[in-house]
């Protein structure tokens, strides 16, 4: 907590929950965890998603239970949001960067730009 | 400053889009932009082409003329509104309608612009100015780092470590002043986000994200735009 406190210079981040989230909307990322089989199918049918073969749906079930389990870190990290099950959870980091993500970096024209004037913010 | 505002509630913000398999957030993020720019300038929201920033964005920068607007392979937002300077504006979606591809020749038709950009300009990392600047001139184009977007299902995320390397565009719609934070014990305010990833992803299509400690990134790659009054 001092380390995540440090990183975002929040001192309120050094409150840390410390009792079992099961009653929390992330405690129940354990039970997705259990129940990954049963989850997956619903994933499949809720998004419409098909796969080429076995091996394809194999590989898909593979990185889903890895996403659960991220999302239950995500949920730790992010307690104020809801993490879970999204029409993403059968991409791996890479593939959702690759197919979904496409800011170029930002270079010299970003710094170039004139910058907008400062507005009153009072009254 | 009003403690909360919402474009969304004042008919500047277009109902959320799909970029579906295709990395053109930036060309929805200055899309977007532009639309809430132009409802500003002329009163009427008209939802604008994505695809032809896609199919005919290719400006690079000055700098560095590798580092260009490419279609599904990404862009930014800052050049996007460069190229819609020179070429005259956007058209509409629907005489540009998206197609999700990269791969067609650009069809862009200069007789069929309905917004023009007058201006654009870059804004402080402050969040008072960032909501002055959006009460002001309407929605913000913003970079934002989407690591925990993959898995977001809705409230207000404020992670306590995230990346602040941008690499998602995306718009702000509007603040809020209270989204709880239970294991903060307090309210805590928040920015209110239309992504391009449809209305089956997140809150009905939007994110929400603490304001005001630049989480994600997401205060530090604000961009405003202003639109002509009259194109047609």
């Known amino acids: 907590a001092a380390a995540a406190a440090a990183a975002t210079g929040d001192e309120e981040t050094l409150i840390r929950q410390v009792v079992d989230s099961a009653s929390t909307a992330g405690g129940s990322k354990d039970d997705l965890l259990l129940n990954a089989d049963a ?50 959870s ?12 496409g800011l170029r970096k930002n270079r010299r024209s970003f710094r170039t730009i004139h910058d907008a004037p400062n507005l009153p913010t009072n009254d | 400053l009003p403690s909360d505002f919402d474009w969304r509630d004042r008919g500047a913000v277009t109902g ?12 929805f993020s200055a899309a977007a932009a532009l639309e809430g720019a132009n409802y500003l300038a002329t ?9 032809q920033m896609v199919d005919c964005d ?38 540009y309608p998206y197609t ?17 950009v007058s201006n654009f300009s870059v804004v402080s990392v402050d ?31 404020c992670p306590y470590i995230c990346s602040k390397h941008q690499d998602h565009g995306v718009l702000i719609v509007g603040y809020g002043s209270a989204g709880y934070a239970p294991i903060r014990l307090k309210d805590k305010p928040y920015w209110i986000i239309k992504n391009s990833w449809g209305q089956n992803w997140g809150e009905h299509g939007y994110y929400k994200i603490c304001k005001g400690r630049n989480i994600c990134g997401v205060e530090a790659m604000v961009s405003t735009v202003s639109a002509v009054t009259s194109p047609r």
């Not at chain 1, 889903?64 to 029409?87: C, E, M, W, Y």
């Not at chain 2, 184009?141 to 690591?147: D, E, R, S």
Request: proline letters at 3%; charged letters at 25%.
């Open chain 2, 100 to 116: 999700g591809t990269d791969r067609g020749a650009c069809k862009f038709d200069k007789s069929e612009v309905a917004a023009s």
């Open chain 1, 90 to 101: 059968d991409l791996t980091p890479a593939e959702f960067r690759r197919m979904y993500l």
């Open chain 2, 43 to 51: 009163g009427h929201l008209i939802s604008l082409s994505e695809q």
């Open chain 2, 127 to 157: 969040e008072d100015q960032i909501a002055a600047n959006l009460v002001k001139h309407g929605p913000l184009a913003v970079g934002i780092n989407a690591v925990f977007m993959q898995t977001y299902i809705g409230g207000v995320s």
């Open chain 2, 58 to 95: 290719h400006t690079c920068d000055d700098s560095e003329p590798d580092a260009c607007d490419e279609g599904c392979n990404g862009g930014l937002m800052t050049t996007a509104f460069e190229y819609l300077l020179k070429s005259g504006g956007l058209e509409t979606e629907k005489d």
């Open chain 1, 39 to 88: 989850h997956f199918s619903s994933f499949l049918r809720d998004f419409g998603k098909n796969y080429s073969g076995p091996e394809e749906h194999a590989h898909r079930f593979k990185v889903f239970k890895a996403n659960l389990r991220r999302a239950r870190r995500h949920q730790k990290l992010d307690p104020s949001a809801v993490h879970g099950i999204t029409k993403f």
């Open chain 2, 16 to 27: 959320v889009k799909d970029q579906g398999s295709c990395g053109s957030c930036w060309s």
